[in-house]
């Protein structure tokens, strides 16, 4: 399709992490701003998405970006009693949690990071994206992701949309 | 069951059917985004995709021009989806939201990417790996953009009363203001009186004019006005709700005595036996446990303090109006509000911890605010500048500022008024003793606005001597209890020792612990210098992140008085929008339950943080209140069957974009 792509492929020396960032509305999404406003340089490893809280994120997301390729995930919320949403973030916790603890089993947990980070702290986003590039470098490519898929259709696409079980599972364990 | 979660619902629904059109408008920002991410290449690779009908690079997309470009495209190209890639949606996305809006589309058929905030700006120098990170935050957003609902705005009633926590000059000026406009307000003070910080100034710079003569009068118009009602030391404990609907809790404390029957005559403070440090004075001098908090307190009540109270009944008997109750308990009351107004002022730095410059530790170091209680003339001394060791006036005294600001130990900020706090107090000791040898010990002056340069000028005329340099060394003498400063001039690049009778601390501004409780009561966000943090800082200085909170005066960074009241007046402005118009708008992104798939499990309920989930028994679903959600989507990810879904932020909205973060697809191709 376009050139010059060559990011994740087979050949281990080029291989960059690759992260996806859940940032949260209100705190972290503005605390990437204020990293941009201020100019703080990091590796273009990461790539954010913006939800309205971090307990927004499902483990089952978690799971299909490292299915579908990323080599570590990052979910960011607001300090533990400044969430918007009174306590949003304290569900993420827990969620997150029992998220990295499922994935123990697979060897994935290190991939798995969870960090306040408030609209003031540019400084630490740019500093935690460093950090966990640097970590993701050392554990290697995510050695679960799926390899190099061929052009597939939207009505494919459809189709592997659907969440694996342990997804499931892992959604299952939140029900107390 | 589970296999719900995630999945794309096959729900062939008219939305599903109509072909996407999506028109993707990349902006180069100036050179901000052009400067280093390619903006034909990205756009070039982004026409590709499936679906995208057209795509276009603006200079400025935000610009008049670079709005009429999207709306003549999707007029051209029947779009029905639009992408911008520009800066961040958290500026921008109302601007292009209204944009779309005005040609037939839903406002939340608009995808925004950030490849500025996110982007360009920190890949600076890494241009061809930021090209391509653009490229895939704006296919991630294309991807996300096909699968966008529309998605109505509701209208929330504003309940057209306000409440103004803190009363100091800004909050009172944002009640003034507010009230003579006809609305209800409700002033929450904690201290005994209203006026803040600015009662304790002995003069104001740069007119040195007298500050209670000037804030007393003020505060005489707050109490008078009948829309104004002061609830002083009283604090706000709880608040919930939302913009037009807030439900406060507020806190008074009790005063043990009845504000109707009490005169503040201050009869009972003259038989009070016990002395304690009077705050008010910055703990110079003494004021006994019941008192007035000072002569033009308002409301003129005393206030009984029952940690250092002995008990005596003293107080009882010399009150004339029996007012005095010593059983009296702390009250509640509750109001409903419609917008709130957070003027919790500041505090000084405190140099008493780290000993700055030996504060603390010799007898003749003082703080700034301590040398407008000695100058003012209801203040400890008489209005006598006077030094702690022996109550002498002091001949030769020395000024230091930035103690406790622009100092990577203490605060990195500069606290903006202290040059001109020195400025002015150095005047006001020359007018009192013209002999007096005085020094400011700077690193830079600052005075930037009105009359602050002349004034700088008058004291140099009055013989003040300005040295820049910061001292490096700070002794007593044992005997004569004068103070010994070593420092460098760096102007002359020489040390100099020199002897002061005196020596005043200019310290800065700092949070002070009202913040923090409102921040958490109100949520709002603090900036790093720990104080409050608007919603922009140059185009919505006064508001902040939750709809119907504004900010005035200290509390969201230093400010000087003018500056404070023109704040307290904006805060008034923005909050008589909501209130005049009687309704707020407020977003559509809430979370929807589908009934078929639900299965009555009610692992949401407890979850929702605003009780806005409710179980209907007579069909065993769970049930939205639209009114109450939030959108925050924490029951959306906790609901084990799919069947909660948070609009604008759905499952298959936010899957097609983790997708599309990974481009092992076109490696393949």
């Keep these: 399709m376009s050139e010059g792509q060559t990011v994740a492929s087979t050949k281990e020396e080029c291989w960059v992490p690759n992260i996806l960032a859940f940032a949260c509305n209100w705190c972290s999404y503005a605390g990437a701003d204020l990293a941009g406003v201020s100019r703080l340089q990091y590796p273009p490893t990461v790539k954010i998405l913006r939800v309205m809280c971090s307990s927004r994120v499902e483990p089952a997301f978690i799971l299909k970006a490292l299915k579908d390729g990323a080599d570590g995930v990052l979910i960011a919320g607001c300090h533990i009693g400044d969430c918007h949403y009174i306590d949003g973030n304290k569900n993420a916790e827990v969620r997150i949690n029992n998220t990295k603890k499922a994935l123990e089993k697979l060897g994935l947990d290190k991939r798995l990071r969870l960090e306040w980070i408030s609209a003031s702290e540019g400084l630490k986003f740019s500093e935690v994206i460093k950090e966990f590039t640097e970590e993701i470098s050392k554990l290697g490519q995510n050695p679960v992701k799926e390899k190099i898929e061929p052009q597939i259709n939207a009505d494919e696409r459809r189709s592997s949309a659907s969440v694996n079980k342990s997804a499931a599972n892992v959604q299952g364990s939140e029900v107390k | ?669």
């Design chain 2, 1 to 669: 069951m589970s296999d719900n979660k995630g999945v794309e619902k096959p729900v062939e629904s008219k939305l599903d059917q109509e072909e996407k059109r999506v028109g993707v408008f990349v902006c180069e920002c100036g050179v901000n985004i052009g400067g280093v991410v390619n903006t034909r290449a990205v756009a070039d690779y982004i026409g590709s995709l499936h679906g995208v009908k057209v795509t276009s690079v603006n200079k400025f997309t935000c610009s008049d021009s670079g709005q009429a470009d999207i709306q003549a495209k999707i007029k051209e190209h029947k779009l029905n989806r639009v992408v911008v890639a520009a800066c961040s949606p958290k500026t921008h996305e109302p601007t292009f939201r209204a944009c779309i809006e005005e040609m037939g589309l839903n406002q939340y058929f608009l995808e925004f990417v950030n490849i500025r905030d996110h982007c360009s700006w920190i890949h600076m120098w890494e241009k061809d790996k930021a090209t391509e990170k653009a490229k895939d935050l704006v296919r991630m957003g294309v991807e996300r953009s096909k699968l966008l609902e529309p998605l109505q705005a509701s209208e929330v009633p504003v309940n057209d009363t306000a409440l103004v926590i803190g009363a100091g000059v800004a909050g009172m000026q944002s009640a003034l203001d507010l009230a003579d406009m006809g609305f209800q307000v409700y002033l929450v003070e904690k201290e005994p009186s209203i006026g803040g910080r600015m009662a304790r100034f002995d003069k104001v710079f740069p007119t040195n004019d007298c500050s209670i003569c000037i804030l007393g009068p003020k505060m005489v118009e707050v109490a008078r006005n009948k829309n104004i009602k002061i609830m002083s030391y009283s604090e706000v404990i709880a608040v919930d709700g939302y913009v037009g609907n807030f439900n406060v809790k507020v806190e008074h404390k009790s005063r043990y005595l009845d504000v109707v029957k009490c005169t503040g005559c201050a009869k009972c403070s003259e038989v009070c036996p016990v002395e304690v440090p009077y705050d008010f004075n910055e703990g110079l001098g003494t004021r006994k446990a019941i008192y007035v908090p000072f002569p033009q307190a308002v409301p003129l009540r005393a206030v009984l303090d029952k940690d250092n109270c002995i008990n005596c009944k003293a107080c009882a008997k010399a009150c004339a109006s029996g007012a005095i109750n010593y059983d009296m308990q702390t009250s509640y009351t509750d109001l409903n509000v419609g917008i709130i107004i957070v003027s919790v002022g500041f505090n000084t730095y405190d140099p008493e911890p780290r000993h700055d410059y030996g504060y603390g530790l010799y007898d003749n170091i003082i703080t700034a605010m301590e040398f407008e209680r000695l100058l003012n003339a209801a203040g400890p001394t008489g209005g006598h500048v006077v030094r702690p060791s022996d109550c002498k006036e002091p001949l030769r005294v020395g000024f230091v500022n930035c103690v406790g600001s622009r100092d990577k130990n203490t605060n990195i900020y500069c606290s903006g008024v202290c040059c001109m706090v020195t400025i002015k107090n150095a005047q006001l000791l020359k007018e009192k003793r013209p002999e007096t040898d005085q020094t400011i010990m700077y690193i830079d002056i600052r005075t930037p606005f009105r009359a602050y340069e002349e004034s700088y000028n008058r004291s140099r005329d009055l013989g003040v001597k300005f040295l820049r340099g910061r001292p490096v060394e700070v002794k007593e003498d044992p005997v004569t209890k004068n103070i010994k400063v070593r420092v460098e001039d760096t102007l002359a690049g020489e040390m100099r020792n020199l002897e002061f009778d005196l020596l005043v601390l200019a310290t800065g501004i700092v949070p002070n612990e009202g913040i923090g409780k409102i921040q958490q009561l109100l949520k709002l966000s603090k900036a790093a210098d720990g104080l409050l943090m608007e919603a922009h800082p140059k185009l919505k200085p006064v508001d902040t992140t939750i709809d119907g909170v504004f900010l005035a005066g200290v509390a969201s960074g230093p400010k000087d008085i003018p500056y404070a009241v023109s704040q307290g007046s904006a805060c008034a402005g923005r909050a008589t929008i909501l209130l005049k118009n009687k309704k707020a708008i407020t977003e559509g992104i809430t979370a929807v339950v589908e009934p078929e798939v639900c299965v009555g499990c009610q692992v949401c309920i407890p979850m929702c943080p605003f009780q806005a989930i409710k179980f209907d028994e007579k069909v065993n679903k769970a049930n939205v209140v639209k009114a109450l959600c939030k959108g925050c989507g924490t029951c959306v990810a906790a609901c084990p069957t799919g069947a909660l879904e948070q609009c604008h932020f759905k499952n298959n909205q936010l899957l097609a974009q983790i997708k599309n973060v990974f481009r092992f697809e076109e490696v393949a191709a």
